[in-house]
């Protein structure tokens, strides 16, 4: 079966200091990758999404980047947090037919 | 925005059925309705999805009108860990329509 999986779970960082999510997928190949972010209380922001290696579309300008090095691995990464940058992060996979989100990510700049 | 309406909350007691509405009066032919929930602080959890038939899996059923503008979840026992956000959304099920529009959901309470 598959599973997907995300961490840090929690992490609080300075303002200005790096930020280094990372997300694999296992059981499956050549899924589409997400990055979505979730404010308290509302709704997801889709951030990235990748259909290949080294293939990253982004839909929200920002600091934060994405890359996929390999085909079940998506990271998330920013050289410089900004305070908006704290929410939930979550990290999605695509069989084409349903949407499936990992556990989660909490960052909180301070 | 959101696609589909759903009431704010509701209660249920545990062992009951609940049954969660929902609302997706501009549907489109190709679009499948969707049902996920959350529990505070965890991601979304894929709970079942329809075209037009009524579905069932170990979790729930999914009852779709015939116009298709509107479905309802059923949790057929409900219990304590069942108390989440349960979001209705509308989209594609393809690799082209991974936008996801949550609105606000319904949060379901279970109660002892």
């Known amino acids: 079966s598959q599973t997907i999986h995300q961490w840090p779970a929690t992490l609080v960082q300075p303002v200005g200091s790096p930020l280094s999510l990372e997300c694999t997928v296992e059981?499956?190949?050549?899924?589409?990758l997400y990055w979505y972010r979730q404010a308290a209380g509302r709704g997801l922001q889709l951030l990235f999404y990748s259909v290949g290696i080294g293939q990253i579309s982004s839909e929200v300008p920002q600091n934060l980047s994405a890359s996929r090095p390999q085909d079940r691995q998506f990271i998330l990464s920013s050289k410089k947090l900004l305070l908006s940058d704290s929410g939930f992060y979550l990290c999605?996979?695509?069989?084409?037919?349903?949407?499936?989100f990992g556990e989660g990510s909490w960052l909180t700049v301070v | 925005d959101a696609k589909t309406t759903q009431p704010t909350s509701m209660d249920c007691a545990e062992g009951r059925a609940a049954n969660l509405p929902c609302n997706h009066s501009t549907i489109s032919g190709n679009e499948y309705v969707y049902w996920y929930r959350q529990i505070h602080s965890q991601g979304p959890q894929y709970i079942i999805h329809?075209?037009?038939n009524n579905e069932t899996n170990e979790m729930a059923s999914l009852i779709i009108t015939e116009d298709r503008k509107s479905s309802t979840l059923i949790l057929p026992h409900a219990t304590l860990r069942d108390t989440a956000v349960y979001y209705c959304i509308v989209r594609v099920a393809s690799f082209n329509d991974y936008k996801l529009s949550f609105g606000a959901g319904t949060t379901v309470t279970v109660r002892a």
């Open positions: 059981g499956t190949s050549n899924p589409n």
């Open positions: 329809g075209l037009k």
């Open positions: 999605a996979w695509d069989n084409g037919n349903t949407i499936y």
